[in-house]
């Protein structure tokens, strides 16, 4: 059964309606806005540190695993050797 061009204006103005009241219900809150927001930020870079910190991880043992890189490993030893030790 289709609906006529009526009925579907009315379902999209339903739609819209419902859409602008739970938009107005979610901003009506700002203490929980910001709340959310700052959940947010904060587990997103969270989230960025674990990631970088494990792509460090496995980029360092496939460099240890192949051998080192030869001229950062030959200046980090010779800096090691420069540098007074505590």
């Not at 103005?13 to 219900?25: F, G, M, N, P, T």
């Not at 009506?28 to 970088?52: C, D, E, Q």
């Not at 043992?61 to 051998?67: A, D, K, P, S, V």
Request: no cysteine; aromatic share 4%.
């Amino acid at each position: 059964m289709a609906l006529t061009e009526e009925e579907k204006e009315k379902s999209k103005e339903k739609s819209i309606d419902r859409l602008i009241a739970s938009l107005d219900k979610a901003y009506h809150n700002p203490g929980k806005l910001a709340a959310r927001g700052f959940l947010i930020g904060l587990m997103s870079g969270l989230g960025a540190t674990i990631g970088v910190a494990i792509v460090l991880a496995i980029v360092g043992l496939l460099i240890r695993q192949f051998g080192g890189i030869p001229v950062i490993g030959d200046w980090l030893n010779d800096l090691g050797r420069i540098l007074p030790k505590r």
